[in-house]
């Protein structure tokens, strides 16, 4: 096995994925490898609830806002263009907070989500479309030919790779390692960010109906109805640990069984938690940090889709 290479790319989520992806369609010819260890930074992508939700942001309110604007424009064509398998379009029903309880909260939801109130399943919602995504599927979508090394990565310098097999070279390489980067790799010029894990239910259940995504505050009903799973979560802990955290969850979900009867028999559901990476004002960072490395990363609740979009215009950089 060489260790000389024109591209290093680590990571194997949705942005290092998606980074090979572009790579390897622009330089056919390059000698391009990823590396990647999943018992140590197991990737975020595969443990999450996976949804899109269109229909929320507009261009020239803020910069997070101009990101997820184009990230879900960008998504929405590259997936009619290439129909990737996993992708499902789907509605989302927002619920608003009880107006008589909390006026305020309820104008702040109507400016948010608009005031076209639909019912779904007895309940006043507030409909949008988005995507409810397979993280197997969509990732396989992304699958690449390179060298793949199985390595634990120590540390990152101009031009050099360390890791727990032996040191690689490339010109250039590419972080794509979410909330793991500032295990191996720290820069000023790259903000560190913070990881925020959350804990989600599935349960397998053929519910024989389309998908839907229901949603309150942070909380989200998913049934994802191509594989037949209903999906409940997540909530919010800053700290970089897979140990789930699911009273928040068994909690929200009695109040959503409260609103949906039809829920309430539900058997023990399997417990997941996934890590999230939350970036300064939650602003993804894609870029070179210094001569010859460049990260993507603190994509956040928004890695399906900007990971995707900002793997493109990063690889356009190179």
Same mark, same amino acid.
């Given at each position: 096995?060489?260790?000389?290479?024109?591209?290093?790319?680590?990571?194997?989520?949705?942005?290092?994925?998606?980074?090979?992806?572009?790579?390897?369609?622009?330089?056919?010819?390059?000698?391009?490898?990823?590396?990647?260890?999943?018992?140590?930074?197991?990737?975020?992508?595969?443990?999450?609830?996976?949804?899109?939700?269109?229909?929320?942001?507009?261009?020239?309110?803020?910069?997070?806002?101009?990101?997820?604007?184009?990230?879900?424009?960008?998504?929405?064509?590259?997936?009619?263009?290439?129909?990737?398998? *996993?992708?499902? @379009?789907?509605?989302?029903?927002?619920?608003?907070?009880?107006? $008589? /309880?909390?006026?305020? +909260?309820?104008?702040? #939801?109507?400016?948010?989500?608009?005031?076209?109130?639909?019912?779904?399943?007895?309940?006043?919602?507030?409909?949008?479309?988005?995507?409810?995504?397979?993280?197997?599927?969509?990732?396989?979508?992304?699958?690449?030919?390179?060298?793949?090394?199985?390595?634990?990565?120590?540390?990152?310098?101009?031009?050099?790779?360390?890791?727990?097999?032996?040191?690689?070279?490339?010109?250039?390489?590419?972080?794509?390692?979410?909330?793991?980067?500032?295990?191996?790799?720290?820069?000023?010029?790259?903000?560190?960010?913070?990881?925020?894990?959350?804990?989600?239910?599935?349960?397998?259940?053929?519910?024989?109906?389309?998908?839907?995504?229901?949603?309150?505050?942070?909380?989200?009903?998913?049934?994802?109805?191509?594989?037949?799973?209903?999906?409940? *979560?997540?909530? @919010?802990?800053?700290?970089?640990?897979?140990?789930?955290?699911? $009273? /928040?969850?068994?909690? +929200?979900?009695?109040? #959503?069984?409260?609103?949906?009867?039809?829920?309430?028999?539900?058997?023990?559901?399997?417990?997941?938690?996934?890590?999230?990476?939350?970036?300064?004002?939650?602003?993804?960072?894609?870029?070179?940090?210094?001569?010859?490395?460049?990260?993507?990363?603190?994509?956040?609740?928004?890695?399906?889709?900007?990971?995707?979009?900002?793997?493109?215009?990063?690889?356009?950089?190179?």
């Amino acid at each position: 096995m060489t260790n000389e290479f024109d591209y290093l790319v680590v990571g194997d989520g949705i942005a290092g994925r998606a980074i090979l992806y572009f790579l390897t369609k622009k330089y056919p010819t390059a000698s391009i490898a990823q590396v990647y260890d999943d018992e140590a930074f197991p990737a975020c992508s595969r443990r999450t609830t996976s949804v899109v939700s269109f229909g929320l942001f507009e261009e020239g309110i803020s910069k997070l806002g101009n990101i997820l604007f184009h990230a879900h424009e960008f998504l929405k064509d590259f997936v009619e263009i290439n129909r990737p398998s *996993g992708v499902y @379009s789907c509605k989302q029903f927002y619920l608003p907070p009880n107006i $008589k /309880e909390d006026p305020l +909260k309820f104008k702040q #939801f109507e400016a948010r989500y608009g005031a076209d109130f639909i019912e779904f399943k007895n309940q006043q919602t507030v409909a949008k479309d988005a995507y409810v995504i397979n993280p197997d599927e969509f990732l396989n979508f992304f699958k690449t030919d390179v060298e793949q090394i199985r390595a634990r990565v120590s540390g990152v310098n101009k031009g050099e790779l360390k890791t727990n097999i032996g040191s690689f070279n490339a010109q250039k390489i590419i972080l794509a390692t979410s909330a793991y980067t500032s295990l191996i790799f720290k820069d000023k010029s790259l903000p560190e960010g913070k990881p925020v894990k959350g804990t989600y239910f599935t349960w397998d259940i053929d519910l024989n109906e389309e998908s839907f995504v229901i949603s309150r505050g942070h909380f989200n009903l998913i049934y994802r109805a191509q594989d037949n799973l209903l999906l409940f *979560g997540a909530n @919010s802990i800053e700290g970089l640990s897979h140990l789930h955290s699911p $009273k /928040e969850v068994y909690e +929200k979900l009695e109040i #959503f069984q409260g609103l949906f009867p039809e829920f309430k028999n539900l058997e023990k559901p399997m417990i997941h938690t996934g890590i999230r990476h939350k970036g300064k004002r939650r602003t993804p960072f894609c870029g070179e940090v210094c001569e010859g490395v460049y990260a993507l990363n603190a994509l956040y609740k928004n890695g399906w889709s900007a990971g995707v979009s900002l793997a493109k215009e990063l690889v356009d950089r190179l």
